[in-house]
């Protein structure tokens, strides 16, 4: 008796489990991810930017983007059937096409005779404009599932190919998060006619740098910058290569911001001293000429031990138009 009872117990919590398991028409249920903290990726060719889980490891080149949740996923998608977990992937590829329906005709079809099963093709909007979305499966093994989607933005002369992808359960249950990126996504804006496009943008975008925020102009973009012993280094670089801004904080060790210049002003000869504000505290800036045609400011400033350094260079003969984009960037500045 019991093991008949016994038995029994086991076949119901067998049943219970696969209730749980499995969803209406006994397809498996997965749980969508939370959307959490984002970070932005702006790309330096063409200018288009989204955001993305922040975290998420950033590949691939300027112009075609590969975002992966971790870096063994970025290995999992070259190699699907090597020994590796698996993972997520999002991307943008930016195709120049005369005539961008059939670029799209022409993909569509490499796909396919890649293996790749389409699904129907939808209509759907990004950027706030008409798109094509194209549901995929791809079975590399028995046991090997990838899923995903592509949504095709056709322009006068570009093709947006900007996809979604995951292996086994994980696109499905990222779907919401791949939702908000797409939301996200934003072209390029248009230049004005006649005005200089080397300029900082009228358009600014704001960013979290943790020790404090900040709004630049969305034409310039981030860079590599080395971090060494200080406690955060950001650095962007406009159109023009010689106009950048800069932001290093490092410890004041009980320096004050009078002391931290005293020992700083002579790495910068002939620099004129002057006063300014940062984040709402007093700030000292030296301003010089630091190269043919290049001018720069440095700002210097001390809160809770921590020295912040801002570094501004821009183009000379257009000093009237940076100082107005970079004024904006200083007085947006907000120190947590």
């Given at each position: 008796?019991?093991?008949v009872?016994?038995?029994v117990?086991?076949?119901?919590?067998?049943?219970?489990?696969?209730?749980f398991?499995?969803?209406?028409?006994?397809?498996?249920?997965?749980?969508?991810?939370?959307?959490?903290?984002?970070?932005?990726?702006?790309?330096?060719?063409?200018?288009?930017?989204f955001?993305?889980?922040?975290?998420?490891?950033?590949?691939?080149?300027?112009?075609?983007?590969?975002?992966?949740?971790?870096?063994?996923?970025?290995q999992?998608?070259?190699?699907?059937t090597?020994?590796?977990?698996?993972?997520?992937?999002?991307s943008?590829d930016?195709?120049?096409?005369?005539?961008?329906?059939?670029q799209?005709?022409a993909?569509?079809?490499?796909?396919?005779s890649s293996?790749f099963?389409?699904?129907?093709?939808?209509?759907?909007?990004?950027?706030?404009?008409?798109?094509?979305?194209?549901?995929?499966?791809?079975?590399?093994s028995?046991k090997?599932?990838?899923?995903?989607?592509?949504i095709?933005?056709?322009?006068?002369?570009?093709?947006?190919?900007?996809?979604?992808?995951g292996?086994?359960?994980?696109y499905?249950?990222?779907?919401?998060?791949?939702?908000?990126?797409?939301?996200?996504?934003?072209?390029?804006?248009?230049?004005?006619?006649?005005?200089?496009?080397?300029?900082?943008?009228?358009?600014?975008?704001?960013?979290?740098?943790?020790?404090?925020?900040?709004?630049?102009?969305?034409?310039?973009?981030?860079?590599?910058?080395?971090?060494?012993?200080?406690?955060?280094?950001l650095?962007?670089?406009?159109?023009?290569?010689?106009?950048?801004?800069?932001?290093?904080?490092?410890?004041?060790?009980?320096?004050t911001?009078?002391?931290?210049?005293?020992?700083?002003?002579?790495?910068y000869?002939?620099?004129?001293?002057?006063?300014?504000?940062?984040?709402?505290?007093p700030?000292?800036?030296?301003?010089?000429?630091?190269?043919?045609?290049?001018q720069?400011?440095?700002?210097f400033m001390?809160k809770?031990?921590?020295?912040y350094?801002?570094?501004?260079?821009?183009?000379k003969p257009?000093?009237?138009?940076y100082?107005?984009?970079?004024?904006?960037l200083?007085?947006?500045?907000?120190?947590k």
């Amino acid at each position: 008796m019991t093991n008949v009872r016994n038995t029994v117990g086991l076949s119901i919590a067998v049943l219970l489990v696969s209730l749980f398991v499995l969803g209406c028409g006994g397809k498996k249920e997965v749980t969508p991810l939370p959307v959490g903290a984002m970070q932005e990726y702006r790309d330096p060719q063409y200018g288009f930017h989204f955001v993305h889980p922040q975290g998420w490891v950033a590949g691939g080149e300027a112009g075609r983007p590969r975002i992966y949740n971790t870096l063994e996923a970025g290995q999992r998608f070259m190699d699907p059937t090597g020994p590796y977990p698996d993972g997520v992937l999002m991307s943008v590829d930016v195709i120049r096409a005369s005539n961008p329906a059939e670029q799209k005709t022409a993909i569509l079809a490499e796909l396919t005779s890649s293996g790749f099963v389409l699904g129907q093709p939808a209509p759907t909007t990004i950027a706030g404009k008409p798109a094509t979305k194209v549901p995929y499966t791809a079975n590399h093994s028995a046991k090997i599932k990838e899923t995903g989607h592509h949504i095709y933005l056709e322009l006068d002369t570009v093709l947006y190919d900007i996809a979604f992808r995951g292996f086994g359960d994980l696109y499905a249950s990222h779907a919401t998060i791949f939702d908000s990126v797409a939301a996200s996504f934003t072209l390029p804006r248009a230049v004005e006619p006649g005005r200089d496009a080397t300029l900082p943008s009228d358009v600014f975008t704001d960013y979290d740098a943790k020790l404090f925020s900040f709004q630049y102009p969305d034409n310039f973009n981030f860079e590599n910058a080395a971090k060494g012993n200080n406690d955060l280094a950001l650095s962007l670089r406009g159109v023009r290569q010689d106009c950048s801004v800069q932001f290093i904080v490092f410890g004041a060790k009980g320096l004050t911001t009078e002391k931290v210049v005293e020992q700083n002003k002579g790495k910068y000869p002939g620099a004129v001293q002057g006063k300014a504000t940062i984040g709402g505290q007093p700030a000292i800036t030296l301003t010089y000429t630091a190269a043919r045609d290049v001018q720069r400011r440095v700002y210097f400033m001390v809160k809770d031990d921590k020295v912040y350094r801002v570094i501004l260079d821009w183009f000379k003969p257009q000093s009237s138009e940076y100082l107005a984009a970079y004024d904006k960037l200083i007085s947006s500045i907000k120190i947590k």
